[in-house]
């Protein structure tokens, strides 16, 4: 019992010293300057981490919220002015005003993910296109316009959204006869190959003349009637017509005259045949099959397009039009062969307007891509790149390119 009762009494005694001794103690540190006391440190470093960790995590969230606005905060709150031209299948101006076409259906698509209002205002060509936008004339220029290295100087473009080609268009008329065999005579492999007969014709006639000036006079007296005579019957012996009237006396000279005979009916035999099968080749297929035929034809081209550019890096000679409409005329009027263009904007063109008359080849070549074009340094470049990427992915877009070019992608 008294051990209990001492316990009893004992123990809120030791609590309370316990409460003082803490107290006390508590009080004493706190009075310590913090540089002379580690314990006291903690509490100041521990509470500027803290202060610079919430300072740094407001300024990520609130670059974290500008990132996540949307495309169209971006955009001004006004009617965007678009710059186009009238370029089937891509931009394609209506009776009463309205535009459709590929690019214009890929445009509305894109500011129904924007929300932005726009107008378009036409230009006559693509060159004065580019220098409006590059003036800034325009927000954005929607059309058929082909991403070059000259254009990207002085403007931006957007991710491309169509790649394409150039194409040749040449017409469906068969070409004069006389008019292939011209063209067969002249061109750089006919050449060739009669220089190279004659000159082996007159290499034969000299050895002649070398063998037979001494021993038959045929072939004797000066070097000019010597020389003369061996040839004119080394051609002769070439062609077959040769009378039989003089030739060699010599063991030598009848050796080379028997090998010259029978090289030169093989050698004209071949070359016959040659020119022959050009002449069927070209009379059936026509003059222009891709593009290595270009560089020995007539060729239009529209005038400030990327194709003037191509045409120029690979010297080729071109006559420039205005439109391509006016360079197909020319080519069904048969002034030029062939007819250089972007391959999609050739083929609708000619299949709506000279069906009968153009045809376009199955050959593309100088791989382009078509893109939006805005001033450069365009602060709506990402939103627009964004918004394109998002839409050509869609399964409308195909059904857009299926509608307009037939094409499943």
Do not use: C
Request: proline fraction near 4%; charge should be neutral.
């Amino acid at each position: 019992m008294r051990i209990q009762h001492f316990g009893t009494i004992v123990a809120p005694v030791l609590i309370a010293l316990l409460v003082v001794l803490e107290s006390m103690i508590s009080l004493s540190f706190a009075q310590v300057a913090p540089w002379n006391d580690p314990f006291t440190n903690v509490r100041p470093v521990v509470s500027q981490r803290a202060t610079a960790g919430r300072a740094k995590e407001g300024a990520v969230v609130r670059i974290l919220a500008q990132n996540s606005l949307p495309p169209a905060a971006v955009l001004p709150n006004r009617e965007l002015v678009i710059g186009t031209k009238e370029a089937p299948p891509f931009a394609m101006k209506a009776p009463d005003g309205t535009w459709s076409g590929i690019s214009i259906d890929l445009w509305r698509q894109i500011t129904e993910k924007l929300g932005v209002k726009f107008r378009y205002v036409e230009e006559p060509s693509v060159q004065s296109l580019v220098t409006a936008t590059a003036r800034g004339d325009f927000d954005l220029s929607v059309a058929a316009i082909t991403i070059t290295a000259e254009r990207e100087r002085s403007i931006d473009f957007s991710q491309p959204f169509y790649d394409t080609g150039l194409g040749i268009a040449v017409s469906t008329k068969s070409v004069s006869v006389w008019y292939e065999l011209i063209a067969t005579m002249i061109s750089f492999g006919f050449m060739q190959a009669a220089g190279a007969l004659i000159g082996i014709s007159l290499a034969v006639g000299a050895l002649i003349w070398l063998f037979e000036r001494r021993h038959n006079e045929d072939f004797g007296g000066g070097a000019a009637r010597g020389l003369g005579a061996s040839i004119w019957w080394s051609a002769e012996a070439m062609t077959q017509a040769s009378t039989g009237h003089r030739g060699p006396k010599t063991l030598a000279g009848r050796i080379l005259a028997i090998i010259w005979m029978v090289v030169s009916i093989i050698t004209i035999a071949i070359f016959t045949a040659s020119v022959t099968s050009a002449l069927t080749t070209r009379q059936i297929r026509g003059l222009v099959n891709g593009v290595e035929d270009l560089p020995t034809v007539r060729v239009g081209a529209v005038k400030g397009s990327a194709t003037t550019g191509f045409l120029d890096s690979e010297r080729i000679k071109h006559r420039d039009f205005e439109k391509v409409q006016d360079g197909l005329k020319e080519l069904v009027a048969g002034s030029i062969d062939a007819f250089v263009y972007d391959k999609p904007l050739l083929s609708w063109i000619a299949e709506q307007q000279f069906s009968s008359s153009v045809q376009v080849l199955d050959v593309v070549f100088d791989s382009q891509n078509y893109g939006i074009a805005m001033p450069e340094g365009s602060r709506y470049r990402e939103s627009i790149d964004v918004a394109i990427l998002e839409t050509i992915h869609d399964e409308k877009w195909k059904q857009t390119l299926f509608r307009y070019l037939g094409e499943k992608h």
